[in-house]
């Protein structure tokens, strides 16, 4: 079970240049990512990203932040994304990442206890 | 608006005609129920109103020519030492080229002059030692130039010659060991250095000094002893600095002084003991609201009286504290283990 805290910190040293999280907040570089958890990527920015194969969820996130660019065997996948990032290795690192992205993406955001948030 | 491969797909070969196409219509179907590329041996291409996307991953054919309407190219996972000479000719259009991960040892100078507007290059993991002179003479609309994890050793100010409107640079995860001088005088429109997971053991005091007007700064993963008080002046608007996993024992009373919005400090896992009185005091409330917080876990605090200014600050700003239980007392013995917190609320 990651940790969303340290996961926050992910997230705002190596995506919130691109991406936002929060309902309604504006599209950056890269798409805001409110309600990921059960879409299938399909923002027009790369027609590489259309992917009727894969729903976001905690299983094709790990896969998928472990290293972005590559082909995701099974599937349909991402290759040519327009990120720039390079993916993260270590796999509590993307555990962690993927816990605060649940929270933060979703109406989950309200029940969350913790006053860091 | 989106289509796959251009390339037709083949009919399994060696068996009667219609019962090959029967086979290929049910593959056809199979394929599109599970979303698998009939062809991933070729370049993916896709067409829309601004131009075509074009996507190639080994063992695909790296094309010899591109459309003239190519705005956005992906050549990545190939094992490959140097570009094919000719890859850019005639796509003047293009708009993002990723190379990540091929192997790349060199690039030409002229490489770049067919794509003049060029807003993203990405040589994310390859193996560069330098870049020619040269390289971005018609890069003036470049945007972003990322060269994270190559093996730059040391950096020219030349090689950058020529970005006028470079507005992110990423150097991280290469064995820099030291900076030029000047390194980024000409830049007036950067906003994101990456400097992270280098092996930087010091800075050029007047690194930031410039036209630029830095948001991020990405110094973590570095061998950083001491931050001295000049580095962050000239650049009052800096609103992320990563400082974390260095080796900082020792930060200048006036470092943080003319940061005006900082929203994001991250000093942990460093060899801080203490810090001088007066350091925070630019920093978040009551002058600021620091958006997202500050991480200064990881250190071997020494929670004696000599921190009674941070624990001040501390209280004010605790809800935008990271790590919390991971920011602990080393000392002295009397409150060894504890908090800052639990030590700061105390007072």
Known sequence: MGDAEAGRKTFIQKCAQCHTVEKGEK??????????????????????????GIVWGEETLMEYLENPKKYIPGTKCIPGTKMIFSGLKKKSEREDLIQYLKWATSSLRKYVISQNF | MSSWSRQRPKSPGGIQPHVSRTLFLLLLLAASAWGLTLSPKDCQV????????ISCQSPAEIPSSLPADTVHLAVEFFNLTHLPAN???????????????????????????????????????????????????ASAALDTLVLKENQLEVLEVSWLHGLKALGHLDLSGNRLRKLPPGLLANF??????????????????????????????????????????????????????????????????????GLRQLDM?????????????????????????MRDGFDISGNP???????????????????????????????????????????????
């Not at chain 2, 990456?194 to 993963?221: A, K, V, Y």
């Not at chain 2, 504890?338 to 700061?344: E, N």
């Open chain 1, 27 to 52: 599209h950056k570089t890269g798409p805001n990512l409110w309600g990921l958890f059960g879409k299938a990527p399909g923002f027009s920015y790369t027609e590489a990203n259309k992917n009727k």
């Open chain 2, 301 to 347: 605090w020494i929670c004696d009286q000599n921190l009674s200014d941070l624990y001040r600050w501390l209280q004010a700003q605790k809800d935008k504290m990271f790590s919390q239980n991971d920011t602990r007392c080393a000392g002295p013995e009397a409150v060894k283990g504890q908090t800052l917190l639990a030590v700061a609320k105390s007072q």
């Open chain 2, 87 to 137: 890859l850019l000719q005639g796509a003047s259009k293009l708009q993002e080229l990723h190379l990540s991960s091929n192997g790349l040892e060199s690039l030409s100078p002229e490489f770049l002059r067919p794509v003049p507007q060029l807003r993203v290059l990405d040589l994310t993991r390859n193996a560069l030692t330098g870049l020619p002179p040269g390289l971005f003479q």
């Open chain 2, 265 to 289: 400090l991250d000093l942990s896992n460093n060899s801080l003991a203490s810090v001088p009185e007066g350091l925070w005091a630019s920093l978040g409330q009551p002058n600021w609201d």
């Open chain 2, 46 to 53: 896709f067409r829309s109103d601004h131009g075509s996307s």
């Open chain 2, 188 to 257: 007036t429109l950067l906003r994101t250095l990456d400097l992270g997971e280098n092996q930087l053991e010091t800075l050029p005091p007047d690194l930031l000094r410039g036209p630029l007007q830095l948001e991020r700064l990405h110094l973590e993963g570095n061998k950083l002893q001491v931050l001295g008080k000049d580095l962050l002046l000239p650049q009052p608007d800096l609103r992320y600095l990563f400082l974390n996993g260095n080796k900082l024992a020792r930060v200048a009373a006036g470092a943080f002084q």
